[in-house]
T-cell receptor, first 111, second 114 residues
Framework: KQEVTQIPAALSVPEGENLVLNCSFT??????LQWFRQDPGKGLTSLLL???SQREQTSGRLNASLDKSSGRSTLYIAASQPGDSATYLC??????????WGAGTKLIIKP | DTGVSQNPRHKITKRGQNVTFRCDPI?????LYWYRQTLGQGPEFLTY????????KSRLLSDRFSAERPKGSFSTLEIQRTEQGDSAMYLC????????????FGPGTRLTVL
């Protein structure tokens, strides 16, 4: 059974810092992996999708990497801003096209 | 079409009542998913449809829960005889079954059972 762990569970940093959120998963047989953002009481916004054959994807200040063989993905946020404050969730997709979820990293960017 | 929509956004009900939620997916998407999320946790998969066919149901989905997608477009999730433990955010997502299957989520329906 696939298990997803996100470390740290919470992170508070000053504005302007570059930061890395970590995601690990136990079964490397994944179809793809998505990173999502969730604001309090809201739905999920898809940030990046990495296909299993890819190593990384970039969107603006966000860069996600994938090392499928070691069961790891990272989300790099450059030049953090207060508006980046949210919970970030990692979700690998298994061979049945189902997303398996971590509990998320709650990020606070202090002005 | 601007994305996945869900109605209502909030629902407060008394224990024992039935509730029904609606999800309208992105129009060309053939897959539709329902998830449940409690505070501080990631979403839990409940069920999904490909077109009008319900292909999988989680064992979390008790007999009190039923979902339909009668014409392969919108979907409804009904909870009968609600319990306080049903209080959660119910999320709907849709995707196009293609080479990447990226899922897009609606804003969710927050259910509170008193």
């Amino acid at each position: 059974k696939q298990e997803v762990t996100q470390i740290p569970a919470a992170l508070s940093v000053p504005e302007g810092e570059n930061l890395v959120l970590n995601c690990s998963f136990t079964d490397s047989a994944i179809y793809n992996l998505q990173w999502f953002r969730q604001d309090p009481g809201k739905g999920l916004t898809s940030l990046l999708l990495i296909q299993s054959s890819q190593r990384e994807q970039t969107s603006g200040r966000l860069n996600a990497s994938l090392d499928k063989s070691s069961g790891r993905s990272t989300l790099y946020i450059a030049a953090s801003q207060p508006g980046d404050s949210a919970t970030y969730l990692c979700a690998p997709m298994d061979s049945n096209y189902q997303l398996i979820w971590g509990a998320g990293t709650k990020l606070i960017i202090k002005p | 079409d601007t994305g996945v929509s869900q109605n209502p956004r909030h629902k407060i009900t008394k224990r024992g009542q039935n509730v029904t939620f609606r999800c309208d997916p992105i129009s060309e998407h053939n897959r539709l998913y329902w998830y449940r999320q409690t505070l501080g946790q990631g979403p839990e998969f409940l069920t999904y449809f490909q077109n009008e066919a319900q292909l999988e149901k989680s064992r979390l989905l008790s007999d009190r829960f039923s979902a339909e997608r009668p014409k392969g477009s919108f979907s409804t999730l009904e909870i009968q005889r609600t319990e306080q433990g049903d209080s959660a955010m119910y999320l709907c997502a849709s995707s196009l079954h293609s080479e990447n299957n990226e899922q897009f989520f609606g804003p969710g329906t927050r259910l509170t059972v008193l």
